[in-house]
């Protein structure tokens, strides 16, 4: 089934699951078959009109809607694939979105019932849920996501301060390239973790370098409110992008 986003079918899909009506939705997946299985091309309050299926829609931003949990599990059961993906440019699945929304009750629903956490195709480099959240600031998440079995790259473990795992990928052969090491330390910052900041930077981290966003890891600080993490940077002299002018 291929519903508009304005078909009245999809729209009463979208509202039960955005207003935790489970009952609702229980009853238009029971007269209307495939509906579970379908998609909706476009999304009730997203800009973005690819296809995405009702999982999507149950994680899509802002997320952390009503009975989340219960409308998850009552659209696998109706055969939503967990691991489903949107087309487009950003294949992601909808624990790729539960993630981008901090919805740690949705995250944990979708991983009980088989979804792959380390699937491909964010839009953060088309990594895994991981790198959506931690990229995002969604913290909660990132760290359900660890403590359920999420690997983490260097830059992942840096945002989130995991030393332990900072360090091991020091000890082994080849090290992190030096690019590497800066887009971490860009993380830590953004993380406010700055036992992991010093670390990177006592590793060749560049201090001033400017990030895609457009911001240096003392502006990063700042957005993330790391307050602690952007007064020491700057006193060691850390730079904003427009003072590198």
């Given at each position: 089934m291929?519903?508009?986003?304005?078909?009245?079918?999809a729209r009463a899909a979208s509202e039960?699951?955005?207003?935790g009506d489970v009952e609702s939705l229980k009853n238009l997946i029971k007269d209307n078959p495939g509906l579970a299985t379908g998609t909706i091309r476009g999304a009730p309050n997203s800009c973005d009109t690819i296809p995405r299926t009702l999982l999507h829609v149950a994680t899509d931003w802002p997320g952390n809607f009503p009975n989340g949990a219960a409308t998850i599990a009552a659209l696998?059961?109706?055969?939503?694939?967990?691991?489903?993906?949107?087309?487009?440019?950003?294949?992601?699945?909808p624990l790729h979105w539960a993630a981008s929304c901090d919805d740690v009750?949705?995250?944990?629903?979708?991983?009980?019932?088989g979804a792959d956490m380390e699937a491909p195709g964010a839009v953060i480099g088309g990594g895994t849920p991981l790198a959506d959240a931690v990229a995002f600031g969604q913290w909660r998440a990132a760290r359900r996501l660890v403590e359920r079995g999420a690997l983490t790259g260097l830059w992942q473990a840096a945002a989130l301060g995991l030393m332990d795992r900072v360090k091991d990928h020091f000890n082994g052969?080849?090290?992190?390239?030096?690019?590497?090491?800066?887009?971490?330390?860009?993380?830590?910052?953004?993380?406010?973790?700055?036992?992991?900041?010093?670390?990177?930077?006592?590793?060749?981290a560049d201090m001033d370098w400017v990030g895609y966003d457009g911001l240096t890891?003392?502006?990063a600080a700042r957005r993330s409110d790391a307050r602690e993490v952007a007064d020491w940077l700057r006193g060691l002299g850390a730079k904003t992008a427009v003072e590198l002018r």
């Amino acid at each position: 089934m291929d519903l508009a986003q304005d078909h009245p079918l999809a729209r009463a899909a979208s509202e039960a699951i955005r207003s935790g009506d489970v009952e609702s939705l229980k009853n238009l997946i029971k007269d209307n078959p495939g509906l579970a299985t379908g998609t909706i091309r476009g999304a009730p309050n997203s800009c973005d009109t690819i296809p995405r299926t009702l999982l999507h829609v149950a994680t899509d931003w802002p997320g952390n809607f009503p009975n989340g949990a219960a409308t998850i599990a009552a659209l696998i059961e109706a055969g939503a694939g967990v691991n489903a993906r949107i087309t487009g440019p950003h294949p992601e699945t909808p624990l790729h979105w539960a993630a981008s929304c901090d919805d740690v009750e949705v995250l944990d629903a979708l991983l009980d019932r088989g979804a792959d956490m380390e699937a491909p195709g964010a839009v953060i480099g088309g990594g895994t849920p991981l790198a959506d959240a931690v990229a995002f600031g969604q913290w909660r998440a990132a760290r359900r996501l660890v403590e359920r079995g999420a690997l983490t790259g260097l830059w992942q473990a840096a945002a989130l301060g995991l030393m332990d795992r900072v360090k091991d990928h020091f000890n082994g052969k080849p090290s992190p390239a030096p690019s590497e090491v800066t887009k971490a330390f860009r993380c830590a910052c953004h993380g406010g973790q700055r036992g992991a900041a010093e670390y990177l930077l006592s590793h060749g981290a560049d201090m001033d370098w400017v990030g895609y966003d457009g911001l240096t890891p003392v502006e990063a600080a700042r957005r993330s409110d790391a307050r602690e993490v952007a007064d020491w940077l700057r006193g060691l002299g850390a730079k904003t992008a427009v003072e590198l002018r």
